[in-house]
């Protein structure tokens, strides 16, 4: 079974510019959710789709980040424009939706930003 | 807010040492997860813990469930040098994760 995929697995921007990462979530898992993993720290959640909708995206800084899922399947986080405390790991994980199983969330390999 | 607090922070292993590390928190979960962390990579799961007081291994590792529902521990046994990397503690309430600061696990030379 394919894991989550993410790409790029790693982006040098200017402050002040754009990015977009990209994740495919393992087939057949309904949830999805982007974390931001400065050095240093464990993740910390920006965002949680189910199928196509938002669950929760209290922590995402929504003057600058926005997420969507068109689909209910890939999903692009974008931030616009970047400063540079956004330098971090941006991960995306997946999860089976319904029972016990939805706590284990599996987890792509991360885009590595750097905001100069 | 709710507090957690993984120690320790870092830990040196010899090959053939059980390593044991843990988590407390201020906040009662219904769910505590262990992960691994290998550089340049997402965490990967390595035991996950439904029930207060539960004691779950796999493989080398073993991990318990607090009964008060707040701390969970993990232990290695008898490491070996791939067992290096940063280990996150990660209870969960609703579906959603709070992960701790890590304990990362170095060889000692």
């Known amino acids: 079974e394919a894991g989550v995929a993410q790409s790029p697995r790693y982006k040098i921007i200017e402050k002040r510019q754009s990015v977009a990462f990209w994740c495919n979530p393992i087939s057949g898992h309904a949830t999805l959710y982007w974390y931001q993993q400065i050095l240093g720290q464990g993740p910390k959640l920006l965002i949680q789709f189910q199928n196509n909708g938002v669950v929760d995206d209290s922590q995402l800084p929504k003057d600058r980040f926005s997420a969507e899922r068109l689909k209910g399947v890939d999903s692009t986080l974008k931030i616009q424009p970047a400063k540079l405390e956004d330098s971090a790991v941006y991960l995306c994980?997946?999860?089976?939706?319904?029972?016990?199983?939805?706590?284990?969330?599996?987890f792509g390999p991360g885009t590595r930003l750097t905001v100069t | 807010g709710q507090q957690l607090n993984q120690s320790p922070q870092s830990m040196f292993i010899q090959e053939g040492e059980d390593v044991s590390m843990n988590c407390t928190s201020s906040s009662i979960f219904n769910t505590w997860l262990w992960y691994k962390q290998d550089p340049g990579e997402g965490p990967v799961l390595l035991i996950a813990l439904y029930k207060a007081g539960e004691l779950t291994s796999n493989g080398r590792l073993t991990a318990q469930f607090g009964i008060t529902r707040k701390d969970s521990f993990l232990n290695i046994s008898a490491s070996i040098p791939s067992d290096v990397g940063i280990y996150f503690c990660a209870p969960a309430n609703d579906y959603k994760l709070s992960f701790g600061a890590g304990t990362t696990v170095t060889v000692r030379a």
């Open positions: 994980a997946s999860s089976v939706t319904g029972a016990t199983v939805s706590y284990e969330q599996y």
